[in-house]
């Protein structure tokens, strides 16, 4: 079974009090004229105060007024709020794909600076540079007699003629 709720505003209470209030008046009109203009003669006796409420209603003070219940909006104004965070929801989105391409063209953009960027290029080993090495070492070590090296400065010339270094003279 789903939940209600009935709200009671403080008009419709005041409407209620006052109907009652008009029909007693109604029926005993002149008994309560007299009983008023009684009262003014008479002092008072009972120690009340002569403002207190009749017996079975409850005193409202002024400084504390009664709590007004709270008002439900219409169901206009509830179309209204659910349209607004619709469209809110919609705008969310479209600035969620904006910033998706965004950020893929700026991450595009900075690949492409990166890769225009001036590089060096890797350094190629240069060829026989072992067979260079021992022909050196060779003369260092036979400066007296260099033609002991002859072998190695053939194939440091073979393998420069490999690579294409040396011209064919």
């Not at 029926?27 to 002569?50: D, I, S």
Request: with cysteine.
């Amino acid at each position: 079974m789903g939940a209600f709720t009935i709200q009671i505003s403080n008009d419709l209470v005041d409407q209620l009090v006052d109907e009652k209030v008009i029909k007693k008046k109604t029926r005993k009109t002149r008994q309560r004229k007299v009983a008023r203009e009684t009262e003014k003669l008479q002092p008072n006796v009972t120690g009340k105060p002569e403002n207190a409420a009749a017996p079975g209603w409850p005193v409202q003070s002024p400084l504390f007024p009664p709590a007004k219940l709270p008002v439900q909006p219409s169901h206009s104004e509830i179309e209204g709020i659910r349209s607004v965070l619709h469209e809110s929801e919609k705008v969310l989105e479209s600035l969620q794909k904006q910033e998706e391409n965004m950020l893929r063209e700026v991450t595009q953009k900075a690949k492409d600076l990166h890769d225009k960027e001036y590089k060096l290029p890797n350094p190629k080993p240069e060829p026989c540079m072992a067979e260079r090495l021992a022909t050196l070492s060779c003369y260092k070590e036979h400066i007296k007699d260099p033609l002991k090296c002859s072998g190695l400065v053939t194939n440091f010339a073979d393998c420069l003629r490999r690579f294409g270094r040396l011209g064919d003279k």
